[in-house]
């Protein structure tokens, strides 16, 4: 910056300067701080009245995230990604002003967390808490939900996202009475059928008469989402208050089923479900056209539905879906085998869907295609596993290309490099940002040119298990710019090469600084080559390399609750301000583990 330029804003009032800061988000405030030292002051300085903090892309450590946190107590609402931290940063996190808390990956925590929360944070409204206490020697205890519950008496929307079930079931209905009444929301990543039934029956207490009915617990709650290990009428909705509803049976590699939930099962839980807006129902095998028919007609005010391996769902359930008063936003019938594009032609008479996921019917094909290219709100289409080809996808360039903020076509082996012209050619504004090619093996690296030449913003690109991508594509991508003044491969942030047949060392050499400048994932097959690798990862610490193929970044695939909107946050000038006083780092390293390479 010219010294005349510096010399104007150290004139500028550092009251006005900061307020302005403040109404950037944290990224931004350090993208600013380190264009100046005038920046930088003010921005270490509304550090301690920022209402905001939100950091979820990349989990710093306890050393990082200190000076990024001083006292401040006007701040209402704490997002990180607590990666690497653990109960000694439970005093530098939990402030009492707190509205809104929302801590992932938590493995290295323990119970501690949550009675702390109870009795630091009183004014919680919102609270989100993952994998808590996952790594081995960590425990939680009863007494910590107790006093989670017992003191955040202003909570209205609670997710617990770890195993519920370590606690000690003889007591979890009990405490449970703690809970807010002004709670609406409550999310459980795991619980027991038993758990459920308990918390959600008002049965006998153990010291009641038997005429002395124990109120109900959680009397407000509206939104309920559980994964449990089973299932009985007697758990779902008995008060018919609840407008949010999610009931999905799986394991973390195995499908599994409600082998003893049928259609009587459905009907009954249809009778409570007139006020229900959205619905998820996972694994019900024995259900049939009937039973989620009903659905359908008994909930007039639905607008997500969610189904996913339901083995007997036919086209049947929307032949006459017209004649309802629905008016769906978001549908998602994954791995439901049965279904043909004729499902397809009756569901698009919702022209306000936004969001469909239609993964692994695989009866899907071109026709389905030509009615979704009238839907010209959609912003996520998945189509992973369907029958479609290269002419089909002519048929979402001509309509709904434009609006598509998310597109998978992964595993739809008859699409070659001519999909990829097909999207994109004669296409103006994109705003498309996450797309999946994966499993394509007539994809080359002419279709990877091709998607470069047209410059699609994307920052999300997954491509493993592509056999035909190779070096070529890599350096495609790292020269291709989306904004003249951007940089090279400027918009990538996510990028999966992992077991593409034609990925070499030269590849690695493109990954380096300055291409690929905002990049935070990449998925490699690192047993090719382990020592670059490595040297890749420790040249660019703020950069996830997965190498043992397991899936990398979020899933927006499995929350299709309208977060498909990302904020896709430039971080670069965070980077540089949390590692403030150090170099950054040459390339001498990589250059080293080339020289080994070669």
């Known amino acids: 910056m010219a010294s005349g330029s510096l010399e104007s804003l150290d004139r500028l009032p550092t009251a006005l300067l900061a307020t302005i800061m403040t109404k950037l988000d944290v990224s ?5 701080a380190v264009t100046c030292r005038t920046f930088s002051s003010c921005a270490s300085h509304i550090l301690s009245f920022l209402p905001h903090f939100h950091i979820l892309d990349i989990s710093p450590t306890m050393e990082l995230i200190k000076p990024l946190l001083p006292p401040n107590p006007h701040l209402k609402s704490l997002k990180l990604n607590c990666g690497q931290l653990s109960d000694s940063s439970i005093e530098l996190l939990l402030r009492p002003s707190l509205q809104e808390l929302c801590l992932h990956n938590c493995a290295d925590f323990s119970g501690k967390l949550l009675s702390e929360i109870g009795s630091r944070c009183k004014d919680l409204r919102s609270l989100y808490l993952g994998s808590v206490a996952e790594k081995r ?23 617990l996202m770890f195993d519920i079930s370590l606690f000690l079931r003889h007591n979890f209905a009990r405490v449970w009475t703690l809970a807010s009444e002004k709670l ?11 758990m459920v039934t308990e918390l959600l029956s008002p049965n006998v207490g153990p010291h009641q008469c038997p005429n002395q009915i124990r109120p109900s617990v ?19 909705n008995q008060h018919g208050r609840l407008k949010h509803l999610s009931l999905v049976r799986s394991q973390e590699f195995l499908i599994t089923y409600f082998k003893r939930v049928n259609d009587l099962g459905i009907l009954l839980m249809a009778d409570k479900c007139a006020n229900m807006e959205s619905i998820c129902l996972g694994g019900f095998c024995r259900v049939t056209d009937s039973g989620f028919k009903t659905i359908l007609h008994s ?9 996913s391996h339901g083995s007997q769902l036919t086209d049947l359930v929307f032949h006459d879906i017209a004649a309802t008063s629905l008016s769906l936003t978001h ?11 004729h499902a397809i032609r009756s569901l698009v008479c919702n022209l306000d869907l936004k969001v469909l996921d239609l993964r692994d019917c695989k009866n899907l094909g071109d026709e389905a295609l030509r009615a979704i290219g009238s839907l ?13 080809t290269d002419v089909g996808m002519a048929y979402l360039q001509h309509g709904i290309i434009g609006s598509l903020v998310s597109l998978s076509v992964r595993g739809c082996k008859k699409l070659t490099d001519k999909c990829i012209s097909a999207l994109f050619d004669g296409s103006y504004k994109l705003q498309l940002q996450e797309l999946d090619l994966s499993n394509l093996p007539n994809l080359s690296d002419n279709g990877v040119l091709t998607l470069a030449k047209h410059r699609v913003p994307i920052a999300e690109l997954r491509m493993r298990q592509c056999p035909l991508i190779g070096d070529t594509s890599v350096m495609a991508l790292a020269s291709m710019q989306v904004d003249d003044d951007r940089g090279h491969g400027s918009s990538l942030q996510l990028l999966d090469l992992y077991n593409c047949g034609g990925i070499t060392q030269l590849s690695f050499r493109w990954l380096k600084k300055p291409y690929f400048p905002r990049l935070r994932w990449l998925g490699v097959t690192g047993s090719v080559n382990r020592d670059i690798v490595d040297a890749l990862a420790r040249n660019r610490p703020f950069l996830h390399v997965a190498c043992r193929g397991e899936e990398i970044g979020t899933d927006p695939w499995n929350d299709l609750d309208g977060s498909y909107m990302h904020d ?29 390479m070669g």
């Open 218 to 236: 959680l009397p407000g709650i509206q939104k309920l989402s559980l994964s449990v290990d089973y299932i009985t009428d007697t758990m779902i």
């Open 376 to 388: 010209c709100k959609l912003k996520m289409l998945l189509l992973d596993g369907s029958d479609i």
């Open 137 to 159: 020697g960590r425990a939680i205890h009863i007494s910590d939900l107790e006093e989670l519950l017992g003191g955040c008496t202003q909570l209205e929307a609670l997710n």
């Open 28 to 32: 931004s405030i350090c993208s600013l």
């Open 184 to 194: 609406t929301s409550l999310e459980i990543g795991y619980i027991s059928s038993v």
């Open 299 to 307: 909930c007039s005010n639905l607008y997500k539905l969610k189904v």
């Open 331 to 341: 549908v998602s019938l994954g791995w439901c085998n049965l279904l043909t594009n």
């Open 568 to 596: 896709y946050e430039e971080l670069d000038e965070l980077e540089r301000w949390l590692q403030e006083g150090e170099d950054e780092s040459d390339d001498e390293e990589m250059d080293d583990a080339d020289m080994l």
